[in-house]
Nanobody
Framework: QVQLDESGGGLVQAGGSLRLSCAFS????????MGWFRQAPGKEREFIGY????????NYADSVKGRFTISRDNAKNTVSLQMNSLKPEDTAVYYC??????????WGKGTLVTVSS
């Protein structure tokens, strides 16, 4: 069973930066593409970005492109989300997602990011 544990959330002022991490355990990390999603109060969960198992391919939602960067360390079984130029509308619970080639997906419990104006 895959376990995902997000960390790094908190309160930050608009224009600031925050780095989220997600620790993966329970299976072979390299077998999974990793993604980040977020859910703001009263809204549906939305896709932020994705990184392939090798780390060679990334993809981002338009709303975060150029501000957020996803990276992974396959030696440490971690994936990170570097968030720069944060805006109040980035306030949400951020979730880590792991998906294998069989399209089986796992979710973390989330970490709250609050951006004050």
């Amino acid at each position: 069973q895959v376990q995902l544990d997000e960390s790094g959330g908190g309160l930050v002022q608009a224009g600031g930066s925050l780095r989220l991490s997600c620790a993966f355990s329970g299976r072979t990390f390299n077998d999974y593409a990793m993604g980040w999603f977020r859910q703001a109060p009263g809204k549906e969960r939305e896709f932020i970005g994705y990184i392939s198992w090798s780390g060679e391919t990334t993809n981002y939602a338009d709303s975060v492109k150029g501000r957020f960067t996803i990276s992974r360390d396959n030696a440490k079984n971690t994936v990170s989300l570097q968030m720069n130029s944060l805006k109040p509308e980035d306030t949400a619970v951020y979730y880590c997602n792991a998906r294998n080639h069989r399209n089986i997906a796992y979710w973390g419990k989330g970490t709250l990011v609050t951006v004050s104006s």
